[in-house]
């Protein structure tokens, strides 16, 4: 299984919502492009479901990851220039499921914020790289941030309780995936590097054993522009784009 090919990017586009399992998934896929939007005017808004209290690579005590991470998305949005970055409360990183439950609270999310656009994980597999994209709970994120844009965002009868706190219901009209096998929409973002390099140095918790100045970044960036046919020497994030109406 995989993605039809990727449909013409909207050109309208005023909000979009990220949504995605960790802090930092979306700056290690997607900062650059996020940095590209916020430039041109458009209101970009994050939505991490867990505090990424699984991460890390030292003898940190456990119970002060979470505030540690937050903070650290929060410094990795503002290099981007993202001002809101939202967190989900009682949702552990590596348990996550597509459930009802976080259905609805991403559905409440899509219905406050009224994104044209939402860019979140593939919900489907890459087995040729099963570390990084197929994490679980990037997949579970995927399958029910899609869940929630169809039918659940647009239909009043879903999650009744949202409705009768006021969050009417809301069409998105096309949705852009991080992850998933044979991404054929390239973003350019040559110019965003160096940001999407300072939003991943905020990551100090999850980045600090990396060389970010060595080449495997800018070797996989390169890789996506020259599969995208962009000229030598770009950089680009790659996504499948699809349409939601």
């Known amino acids: 299984m995989t993605f039809p090919a990727s449909a013409p990017a909207l050109s309208d586009v005023r909000r979009v919502l990220a949504v995605f399992a960790h802090p930092d998934d979306i700056d290690f896929g997607s900062a650059g492009t996020v940095a590209g939007w916020v430039d041109a005017g458009i209101d970009v808004a994050y939505l991490i479901v867990t505090r990424g209290d699984a991460g ?22 503002a290099a981007v220039g993202v001002k809101q970055v939202d967190f989900l409360d009682g949702y552990r990183d590596g348990q996550l499921t597509p459930s009802y439950a976080l259905r609805r609270d991403i559905t409440a999310a899509i ?55 006021g969050l009417e219901p809301w069409v998105v009209r096309e949705v852009w995936y991080a992850g998933g096998p044979n991404p054929d929409h390239a973003v350019d973002v040559t110019e965003a ?24 970044l800018r070797d996989r960036m390169v890789t996506m522009a020259e599969m995208a046919g962009l000229p030598n020497g770009r950089l680009a994030e790659a996504y499948t784009v699809l349409r939601t109406e």
């Open 56 to 77: 890390g690579f030292d003898d940190t005590p456990r119970d002060q990851i979470p505030v540690i991470r937050e903070n650290e998305q929060r410094a990795a949005a």
């Open 193 to 216: 590097y160096p940001r999407k390099v300072a939003a991943l140095r905020a990551h100090a918790s999850q980045t600090a054993h990396l060389d970010l100045d060595g080449g495997w």
């Open 111 to 165: 219905r406050r914020f009224r994104p044209d656009r939402i860019l979140t994980s593939s919900p489907l597999r890459r087995w040729e790289r099963l570390a990084g994209p197929s994490h679980p709970d990037h997949l579970a994120v995927g399958e029910a941030t899609t869940c929630a844009i169809y039918p659940d965002s647009r239909n009043p009868f879903a999650h009744p309780e949202l409705l009768q706190s």
